[in-house]
């Protein structure tokens, strides 16, 4: 079972990047998903989730109204699409799937983790 993450890189401060995570290996159309991210020095922290069946999606306050998290299940895939990026957005963001179909913020209700990918913003 495998969770790539992609999309990450380098954007000046008020642009967007979109956000990728493909799973091989087993589908999670019945679980919770969720990003996460961690900036150098700084604990990995809760960005967004989504349930199953799209019931119900989560947000950090810091990125309430700027990001939108979202998921195709044809493609067995994750997305987070982040628009008017900050500087604080800066930060290696991982890709999750949970243990059960209700996503939510705690790290501890996340089996599955992808390998991280680079946003870096810049003013």
């Known amino acids: 079972v495998q969770l790539q993450a992609s999309g990450g890189g380098l954007v000046e401060f008020g642009g967007s990047l979109r956000l990728s995570c493909a799973a091989s290996?087993?589908?999670?159309?019945?679980?919770?998903m969720g990003w996460f991210r961690q900036a150098p020095g700084k604990e990995r922290e809760f960005v967004a989730s989504?349930?199953?069946?799209?019931?119900?999606?989560s947000y950090a306050d810091s990125v309430k109204g700027r990001f939108t998290i979202s998921r195709d299940y044809a493609k067995n895939t994750l997305y987070l699409q982040m628009n008017n990026l900050k500087l604080e957005d800066t930060a290696l963001y991982y890709c999750?799937?949970?243990?059960?179909?209700?996503?939510?913020?705690?790290?501890?209700?996340?089996?599955?983790w992808g390998q991280g990918t680079q946003v870096t913003v810049s003013s």
């Open positions: 290996g087993r589908t999670f159309s019945n679980n919770g």
């Open positions: 989504i349930s199953w069946g799209g019931h119900g999606t």
């Open positions: 999750a799937a949970g243990r059960g179909s209700i996503a939510t913020s705690f790290r501890r209700d996340y089996t599955y």
